[in-house]
């Protein structure tokens, strides 16, 4: 049986569609049968992978919703191994339309049921905030993963996020665990990076991933050719960074076979501190 992986932080630009397009591409490279379910309704993930929103006629929101199949809305993208359920605008309304239907909590839950013997992975990427729509995500989710940015605001909002995780253990998912926190846009130059770090760690222990991400100029240009950076820049450090992020991951999992050699490049090997740095936009 596969595992359903929700990546969640209510706030904002903490690097989590990143996180999801990067690490979900590295897990497929490695062999491993990927499905990307998009549920922000700003649709980055989506693009990320280089489809047209504005040419997308179906999507995620018709699951939930209006309970189509969503075997029917799987897309299939140019990592090979690596499918999606694209996200529209029209779950900019989807907590509003939630709100009255029965189990409102458990629809996404319902609707992945048949899916997680067909997948090795599936990865939910949730919108940036603590309503239905992520509710859902982790009541459907086996754990989730947390990016948390180096700054002093994200640490302000894991307290949150880790009080509505532990109410979805209490009242709907009681198997949820924390899969890892991941570190992200991490910037050697600074001496907040490395506080931040230790804070969290200190807090959190071992659910912190040893893999941290660097603030990276080649992972912020990825985005903008459709591409993850496996296909994009696959020498960068940001793509050793996910390389890793994704063997560790495995790793944890009992699936410790190495990334294999694809034609986007030969993916790093498992984590070690020395991603502790900044490409800089040199390589």
């Given at each position: 049986m596969g595992q359903i992986i929700a990546c969640a932080n209510q706030k904002g630009g903490v690097g989590k569609t990143t996180t999801v397009v990067n690490l979900s591409t590295y897990l497929a490279l490695a062999g491993d049968s990927v499905l990307v379910i998009?549920?922000?309704p700003q649709g980055n993930t989506t693009s990320g992978f280089g489809l047209d929103r504005s040419e997308i006629k179906h999507s995620v929101y018709e699951a939930i919703i209006e309970d189509a199949r969503v075997t029917d809305l799987i897309v299939p993208t140019e990592v090979p191994g690596l499918s999606i359920v694209p996200?529209?605008?029209?779950?900019?309304?989807?907590?509003?339309?939630?709100?009255?239907?029965?189990?409102?909590?458990?629809?996404?839950?319902?609707?992945?049921?048949?899916?997680?013997?067909?997948?090795?992975?599936?990865?939910?990427?949730?919108?940036?905030?603590?309503?239905l729509l992520t509710v859902n995500a982790l009541t459907a989710a086996d754990a989730v993963v947390i990016p948390i940015q180096c700054e002093y605001y994200a640490l302000e909002g894991l307290s949150q996020l880790i009080a509505t995780i532990n109410l979805v253990r209490n009242h709907l998912n009681p198997d949820l665990a924390i899969k890892g926190v991941v570190l992200t846009m991490y910037d050697p130059r600074t001496n907040l990076s490395s506080e931040v770090d230790a804070e969290v760690r200190k807090h959190l222990g071992s659910a912190v991933f040893d893999t941290i991400i660097p603030r990276s100029v080649r992972l912020s240009e990825a985005p903008s050719y459709g591409l993850p950076i496996a296909l994009y820049r696959p020498d960068s450090k940001g793509a050793?960074?996910?390389a890793a992020l994704a063997a560790e991951m495995r790793e944890r999992d009992g699936r410790p076979a190495p990334i294999?050699?694809?034609?986007?490049?030969?993916?790093?090997?498992?984590?070690?501190?020395?991603?502790?740095?900044s490409d800089g936009g040199a390589r």
């Open positions: 998009d549920l922000d996200s529209s605008i029209s779950l900019a309304g989807a907590e509003v339309e939630l709100a009255p239907l029965p189990q409102r909590e458990r629809r996404l839950a319902r609707i992945l049921t048949d899916l997680v013997a067909t997948y090795d992975y599936i990865i939910l990427d949730c919108p940036p905030s603590l309503g050793e960074a996910y294999s050699r694809t034609e986007a490049g030969e993916a790093a090997p498992k984590s070690s501190r020395s991603t502790r740095t």
